[in-house]
């Protein structure tokens, strides 16, 4: 059962998918910062004297999957033509109100839930007062005082030098999660010496997970955002897509010596890749141990990161911190939630949401599904990592294993040697191969039961994967790459390639 805390917090009393998730797609070769699976980077200075403690917190921006915007009933759709889908409130005329969007609150509930956050049954929202060009109302709407979801955690996990077969388990507290609607979007002319705004993306619904400075490099931090990513895409509250927008980070990194105080912090701003975010924040944490090497000083301010040149480049400082003049929101009530016990007996159960309804149905987290394949296929927890960080893959697994009578640890080996590197190579996702989990299916049964050599197969898959919609056995009959299993049949081919090579037998035969 969940154990409801007191001032109204709806806790959890069982942790749920409480299992490591995948590595993710870490950048190989050199890092600037090395990950200590026992307790952090500790890189020593040119000095060589005390070692220096990098130390990273994220901010993540996942926009909700939801038809429409946070408070309007604007649709959301990503490329749409610019200022198509703008509303009246979004676009902040004058007499519009807003209306909370119960889809969008109940996907915060669900994300809070699967990363063991309390929940608010009471919470609030504000104004955030600041003026960009593509923010209408000049105030962001979103949660700074009692935010909907409080004290969680993700765990996550990371290779030891590289190597699959050594992981180690982390986690990291989450502080926090708010609802916000999301800003405009600028569009920089440079040619025209001009600047358009774009309003559709004004008002989608944001959840911000704000996870507190566990980190230590961005080995680490790619990790726990990617198994963020995984989480949000199973429960189906947020499609994740960096390419999109609809998954930003902002990383918070200082270093400091053993104990002292935490060092001043900079920003690196919306980080749209994982292998940038990890490239992005080992840079950083170099760039601010040689500052501090060098006798300079580090500056709180906001920087980006240039994916070009490979580091982070000045925006703007923070020395006189901005004033938000927070506020409470006037046009919007208390957030009020609801569980089995406090839902009143006459409500209408279509217009209030219940936390143990959302509860009672989340989905297996990717922990757990890692888990489960490990336990009913016999393969290795660290296939298991790769299944589920390809998006599709495990499914085509499963699917192939039904329809095949190889052992599963055979053909995961098929999958993540063979399939896999043909979709990588080409850059296709699961979903595009054309190679269906029925045809790899039909050619692993010709394998397992002997009629073709392993070689033959790898001809074969390949041939499938041009896609000409030929079957693996129409194939094998076509090249004639059967086995032959009938001695006769094999003296006889044997007896007519002597007996077409005289020349060669005598020069063999001895005497």
């Known amino acids: ?189 440079d040619t025209r010496s001009q600047t358009l705004v774009d309003l559709n993306r004004a008002g989608v619904g944001l959840m911000e997970v704000v996870m507190e400075p566990d980190m230590c490099c961005g080995e680490e931090a790619a990790a726990a955002v990617r198994e963020l990513q995984l989480v949000l895409q199973t429960l189906g509250s947020s499609q994740a897509v960096m390419a999109e927008g609809q998954l930003r980070v902002d990383a918070n990194v200082s270093v400091h010596h053993p104990g002292e105080p935490y060092g001043v912090r900079t920003e690196v701003k919306n980080i749209n890749s994982i292998r940038f975010l990890a490239k992005a924040v080992d840079y950083e944490i170099q760039r601010q141990i040689e500052e501090l090497e060098n006798g300079g000083t580090i500056l709180n301010e906001t920087r980006a990161f240039d994916s070009k040149l490979g580091c982070t480049v000045p925006m703007r400082d923070k020395e006189g911190k901005q004033d938000y003049r927070f506020m409470p929101e006037p046009n919007l009530p208390p957030l009020i939630l609801y569980d089995a016990k406090s839902l009143p007996a006459n409500m209408n159960h279509q217009q209030v949401i219940n936390i143990d309804w959302i509860y009672e149905r989340l989905p297996d987290l990717p922990s757990v599904k890692r888990e489960k394949l490990v336990e009913q296929y016999g393969i290795l927890p660290e296939h298991s990592f790769t299944l589920l960080n390809e998006d599709g893959l495990a499914e085509f697994f499963e699917s192939v294993v039904k329809q095949t009578q190889m052992k599963p640890r055979k053909v995961i080996g098929w999958i993540l040697n063979d399939l896999l590197s043909y979709l990588k190579q080409h850059s296709l996702t699961v979903k595009e191969s054309p190679v269906s989990s029925c045809l790899l299916a039909d050619l692993l049964n010709l394998l397992e039961k002997k009629e073709i050599s392993s070689s033959a197969a790898k001809q074969v898959l390949a041939e499938l994967w041009k896609g000409e919609g030929k079957t693996p056995l129409e194939i094998v009959k076509e090249q004639k790459l059967e086995l032959l299993q009938d001695q006769k049949e094999l003296e006889q081919i044997c007896q007519a390639v002597i007996d077409g090579q005289e020349n060669e037998v005598i020069m063999m035969v001895p005497g």
């Open 1 to 189: 059962m969940a154990a409801r805390g007191c001032g109204g917090v709806w806790r959890r009393a069982r942790q749920r998918g409480a299992g490591g998730p995948g590595p993710g797609p870490f950048p190989r070769g050199q890092r600037a910062v090395a990950c200590n699976a026992k307790g952090g980077a500790v890189p020593a200075g040119k000095s060589g004297l005390a070692p220096w403690i990098p130390v990273v917190g994220l901010e993540i921006h996942a926009q909700i999957s939801s038809n429409s915007k946070l408070f309007s009933g604007s649709q959301v759709q990503f490329a749409a033509p610019p200022n198509s889908l703008v509303s009246f409130f979004d676009a902040s005329l004058p007499g519009t109100l807003p209306v909370l969007n119960k889809r969008c609150v109940e996907a915060a509930v669900m994300t809070g839930l699967a990363l063991n956050c309390s929940i608010n049954k009471k919470s609030l929202f504000d104004r955030k007062h600041y003026f960009y060009a593509d923010l209408p109302a000049g105030y962001q709407i979103t949660q700074q005082r009692v935010p909907i979801a409080v004290n969680g955690s993700l765990s996550y996990s990371l290779c030891i030098d590289n190597k699959m077969s050594q992981m180690v388990t982390k986690t990291v507290r989450i502080k926090q999660i708010q609802l916000e609607q999301d800003s405009g979007k600028s569009l920089h002319d």
